[in-house]
């Protein structure tokens, strides 16, 4: 069995970043392929860790609704405990650990399953808009020429228009359901995923292995999908994994300004706040509550991102 060499660092005179990438990137290589060294960094990156406890609780709860929540998403437990200048707060009362909200429910409850409604809109909404993204992407960097200039021009008008304004324009148009949010929000990412995709694959193009595969004889469709495409796509999941953070804080903001649909008691984030201020008085932990649990879910996503981003980025696989 032969192993590979690496070259010597230089003993004196300037250090060549080039040299220290490639040679990182080879020790990559000969240590088991790019994927398990980023996994390494980011087993290494405290952030890493502080952003996955914070998404992994997240998703258990989420997931776990049924079996936390004491309530139901709909049920007012406590009606009879609500009157017009007074709602009982977190400690008050021993079965509501959070206290009510104005219509009598329980905000525990509310809290767990609107972390079930925002984890279903964040990642259906991602998973739309990193589609589609990916599609155009794809058609501009492996046609490139008048098609490449015409899936970009429809691009560059959908990013003129700001990505809150762009959801909230398709999310008015759609209705007022939840899955208008969805699709609103995806539509806004759109954009991003497009042309970080295109980008991507117009930097492969131009690498040493598509010019060996293009000698060999292969195709332009076999050398995309086999070889350009699977080594460009690694932007493409670190931004997917910020745009959670973005869609969970964009499905708040179209529920707070009333398009997300369903009931006034309905178990959702953004809804908890539409209503919280209007209690801002007597009640401020129900804007509070829901407040910090979007603040902290969107932290979480974007802590991960960042050390994902880190961990794949060839400038800083030498440090």
Known sequence: MTSAMLPPAPSGGPVDDTAIDDRELLGAQVRGGFWRDVFRRLRRNPSAWVGAVIIALFILVAALAPVLAPYGPTDLPGQRYITPTYIPGPGELPQFPLGLDRFGGDVLSKLIWGAQASLTIGVVSTAFGLLG??????????????????VMRFVDILL???????AVSIAAILGQTQLSVMIAIGAAQVPVFARLLR????QQRSADYVLSAQTL????????????LPNAIGPVIVQGTLSLATAVIEAAALSFLGLGGGLPQ???????????????AIAPWLAFLPGACITITALGFTLLGEALREAMDPRTRAR
């Open 160 to 166: 003129s228009v700001p990505s809150l304004l762009l």
């Open 266 to 280: 309905t178990a959702e984030w953004g809804r908890m706040l539409t209503y919280a201020q209007l209690e801002l």
């Open 133 to 150: 993204g990916m599609l155009l992407g794809l058609i501009a960097g492996a046609f490139g020429g008048w098609v490449d200039a015409v």
């Open 217 to 228: 004889g292969l195709g332009r469709g076999k050398i995309t999908m086999s070889h350009v």
């Open 199 to 202: 980008a991507s694959m117009l």
